[in-house]
Nanobody
Framework: QVQLVESGGGLVQTGGSLRLSCAAS????????MAWFRQAPGMERDFVAA??????RYADFVKGRFTISRDNAKSTMYLHMNNLTPDDPGVYYC???????????????????WGQGTQVTVSS
């Protein structure tokens, strides 16, 4: 199973930006559906964004503010987060699943591989 390691979290002011990275142990990520999820204390782990060769999906609450991308040659996925608000803090997790079909997975139950998470804190 692919191993995932997130980085890039930290403390940022409201309106600020962060870039999260997720490094995968696979030789390439081209055959994977990969996603970001986030979890605030006491809350469910929510879908944020997903990327696959067939396309990209975003949760409604991040559209226009966050951008997901990946470099398959580097086996690394990114999440560029702009205009962060006090509703965005939490632990951000990356996830991956092998997916050869035209299918962008957005459910956490679809993903068997998870990173350890990186903390994002937004100060007002």
């Amino acid at each position: 199973q692919v191993q995932l390691v997130e980085s890039g979290g930290g403390l940022v002011q409201t309106g600020g930006s962060l870039r999260l990275s997720c490094a995968a142990s696979a030789r390439t990520t081209i055959g994977y559906s990969m996603a970001w999820f986030r979890q605030a204390p006491g809350m469910e782990r929510d879908f944020v964004a997903a990327i696959h060769w067939s396309g990209i999906r975003y949760a409604d609450f991040v559209k226009g503010r966050f951008t997901i991308s990946r470099d398959n040659a580097k086996s690394t996925m990114y999440l560029h987060m702009n205009n962060l608000t006090p509703d965005d803090p939490g632990v951000y997790y990356c996830a991956a699943v092998v997916e050869s079909r035209r299918n962008i997975r957005t459910k956490k139950s679809d993903y068997p591989a998870w990173g350890q998470g990186t903390q994002v804190t937004v100060s007002s």
